[in-house]
């Protein structure tokens, strides 16, 4: 009897750690037939282009100081030009001769459509060969005249070598139409950012001309719309609409700086590579 109780017993305690056993066992089977989850990439793909594009300028007001002079005057309501270069022979000079741009860009969410993108137009602004009125102190005399702006009276006025608009853009794109096999797409996107201006300055002002080179010189932001055509996944064409508004500082001048604002409208045309960062591509 005393062994039958003893059987008994040790039955019942192989069936309840039996029991506690089994959601170990069943919770390591649940791990082994989970598969692990795939870390989403940070950059979805990442692009570059290369192009040429035209400006509008608004009209400006530059003011001078030359303090060593006793100069402090404005010339009112200017009116610039751009030089485009890309149709005087595209082919016979350097590629950056023109007026070029260039995008290097991440996009980094590609259900939302978010990027990141670094954008330089190299942009020429002329100002020359006009009547303008200067307003303001001369030769430590006040003045209120006009002027016959060019180069054989001893003015001109060149951003010749860049305005050189510098953005750090934040990006969205819209996917609107795509083919079948992907082989052709065409998106929308939107581009917004600010960043630093590094113009060439190259001027002479009364007869004086000032020391020409590149500097940091102010700040810009601007607005883009552009249409991206995608062929077989990885070339693309896109032409952009651009208003940029630009804020210059100390720009040199024959013994002293000079200051300006203007807004300008480009239009863009650029050829582009897609280096995708995922198979999904």
């Known amino acids: 009897?005393?062994?039958?109780?003893?059987?008994?017993?040790?039955?019942?305690?192989?069936?309840?750690?039996?029991?506690?056993?089994?959601?170990?066992?069943?919770?390591?089977?649940?791990?082994?037939?989970?598969?692990?989850?795939?870390?989403?990439?940070?950059?979805?793909?990442?692009?570059?282009?290369?192009?040429?594009?035209?400006?509008?300028?608004?009209?400006?007001?530059?003011?001078?100081?030359?303090?060593?002079?006793?100069?402090?005057?404005?010339?009112?309501?200017?009116?610039?030009?751009?030089?485009?270069g890309w149709n005087d022979g595209l082919f016979h000079e350097a590629l950056s001769i023109p007026q070029y741009n260039y995008r290097l860009g991440f996009l980094l969410d590609e259900d939302k459509g978010l990027g990141f993108e670094i954008n330089f137009d190299h942009t020429k602004y002329i100002f020359a060969n006009q009547d303008v009125r200067v307003k303001g102190t001369l030769n430590n005399r006040s003045v209120d005249?006009?002027?016959?702006?060019?180069?054989?009276?001893?003015?001109?006025?060149?951003?010749?070598?860049?305005?050189?608009f510098l953005l750090f853009n934040i990006t969205k794109k819209w996917h609107f139409v795509k083919s079948r096999n992907e082989n052709f797409k065409l998106d929308l996107l939107g581009k917004f950012g600010v960043g630093p201006l590094i113009p060439h300055t190259q001027n002479e002002l009364f007869g004086q001309k000032n020391d020409q080179g590149f500097q940091i010189g102010g700040w810009n932001t601007g607005a883009e719309a552009s249409l991206r055509a995608t062929f077989f996944r990885y070339v693309y064409l896109e032409f952009s609409n651009k208003l940029d508004y630009a804020r210059y500082h100390n720009l040199n001048v024959y013994m002293g700086a000079a200051h300006q604002a203007f807004g300008t409208e480009e239009m863009i045309l650029s050829l582009g590579l897609v280096i995708p960062t995922t198979k999904k591509h």
């Open 145 to 164: 005249t006009t002027v016959a702006f060019n180069p054989q009276n001893g003015f001109y006025y060149y951003l010749n070598n860049g305005a050189n």
């Open 1 to 84: 009897m005393k062994l039958l109780d003893n059987i008994f017993r040790n039955r019942i305690l192989a069936t309840a750690t039996l029991a506690a056993c089994l959601p170990f066992f069943g919770f390591a089977q649940q791990q082994q037939q989970t598969p692990p989850k795939k870390k989403k990439k940070f950059i979805y793909e990442v692009y570059a282009s290369w192009g040429y594009n035209g400006e509008f300028y608004t009209p400006s007001t530059i003011h001078v100081s030359q303090s060593a002079l006793g100069n402090d005057y404005n010339f009112v309501h200017v009116k610039a030009h751009d030089h485009d």
